[in-house]
T-cell receptor, first 113, second 116 residues
Framework: GESVGLHLPTLSVQEGDNSIINCAYS??????FIWYKQESGKGPQFIID?????DKRQGQRVTVLLNKTVKHLSLQIAATQPGDSAVYFC????????????FGTGTRLKVLA | NAGVMQNPRHLVRRRGQEARLRCSPM?????VYWYRQLPEEGLKFMVY????????ESGMPKERFSAEFPKEGPSILRIQQVVRGDSAAYFC??????????????FGDGTRLSIL
């Protein structure tokens, strides 16, 4: 079935370094992707999205890259801060049947002081 | 705060009781989604509703679980005769136009359901 997976379940990064969180998706027909950040005890918070007609999109300190050839999505966080510590999810908009999002299992980002 | 509101934040039930989880979407949003999350796992889609309609319930167990989104009032996720395996965090999300457009969903902070 369709799935969205992540390569690294836990990522530890030194404060000030850049972080890269990866995601693989299986449905080549998916055309919209979102990255969410989830802090402990809270709901997912929207970070950035990208449509399939783009291969890169930048926000404030974050960049999402989309490689449709290998069905890969990544989230880059520049100058990682302690407040970036959280679990990060990618979500793929599945257009099989009714439209719904498929979430990956998540990557925990730990920022080391 | 005009975000998605869920209540209660924590709910404790004994096996066999009923659990009712409420979700008030963001103002102006008529599409509501329910997800379930186990510890250290991702979100699993349960059901997608519009006002007075269930659009997609493919992720919801066939028995004991039901959802509604009435014309007035919050969306309700109802779990009857709860079992220990129902213990999880349940998240609600809303959006203004539905997923056909491709847009972010806005999430509440969830209800943590614990079954004794």
């Amino acid at each position: 079935g369709e799935s969205v997976g992540l390569h690294l379940p836990t990522l530890s990064v030194q404060e000030g370094d850049n972080s890269i969180i990866n995601c693989a998706y299986s449905n080549s027909a998916s055309d919209y992707f979102i990255w969410y950040k989830q802090e402990s005890g809270k709901g997912p918070q929207f970070i950035i999205d990208i449509r399939s007609n783009m291969d890169k999109r930048q926000g404030q300190r974050v960049t999402v890259l989309l490689n449709k050839t290998v069905k890969h999505l990544s989230l880059q966080i520049a100058a990682t801060q302690p407040g970036d510590s959280a679990v990060y999810f990618c979500a793929e908009l599945s257009r099989s049947g009714t439209y719904k999002y498929i979430f990956g299992t998540g990557t925990r980002l730990k920022v080391l002081a | 705060n005009a975000g998605v509101m869920q209540n209660p934040r924590h709910l404790v039930r004994r096996r066999g009781q009923e659990a009712r989880l409420r979700c008030s979407p963001m103002k102006g949003h008529s599409h509501v989604y329910w997800y379930r999350q186990l510890p250290e796992e991702g979100l699993k889609f349960m059901v997608y509703l519009q006002k007075e309609n269930i659009i997609d319930e493919s992720g919801m167990p066939k028995e004991r679980f039901s959802a509604e989104f009435p014309k007035e009032g919050p969306s309700i996720l109802r779990i009857q005769q709860v079992v220990r395996g129902d213990s999880a965090a349940y998240f609600c999300a809303s959006s203004p136009w539905g997923d056909r457009v491709g847009q972010p969903q806005h999430f509440g902070d969830g209800t943590r359901l614990s079954i004794l």
